[in-house]
């Protein structure tokens, strides 16, 4: 079955950062377009970016300059690098893509200031 897992959260500090990792499996990673979001405690999920073989990749305009998203597709793997991290940006960071629009489980970043 469709299978997403993140990894690379952990606590850092103001302008630190961090590079999230998210394997897929269960289909053909390649032909799906795969996204980055966030959680934070008490607010909506926040879509972030997005990244497909055939089209230029998107930002939401909080993370824009500071957040890259890019992918491996013989690993079948899509990252995001988070750069000049700040306290808002603490959450629980999901990617989702494949089939149905799967989700992975999370991965929790915190930003101390």
């Known amino acids: 079955q469709v299978q997403l897992v993140e990894s690379g959260g952990g606590l850092v500090q103001l302008g630190g950062s961090l590079r999230l990792s998210c394997v897929g499996s269960g289909f053909v990673f390649v032909e799906w377009p795969m996204y980055w979001y966030r959680q934070a405690p008490g607010k909506e999920r926040e879509w972030l970016a997005t990244?497909?073989?055939?089209?230029?990749?998107n930002y939401a305009d909080s993370v824009k300059g500071r957040f890259t998203i890019s992918r491996d597709n013989a690993k079948q793997t899509v990252y995001l690098q988070m750069n000049n991290l700040k306290p808002e940006d603490t959450a629980v960071y999901y990617c989702?893509?494949?089939?149905?629009?799967?989700w992975g489980q999370g991965t929790q970043v915190i930003v101390s200031s």
């Open positions: 990244t497909a073989s055939h089209i230029a990749v």
């Open positions: 989702k893509g494949g089939p149905g629009g799967a």
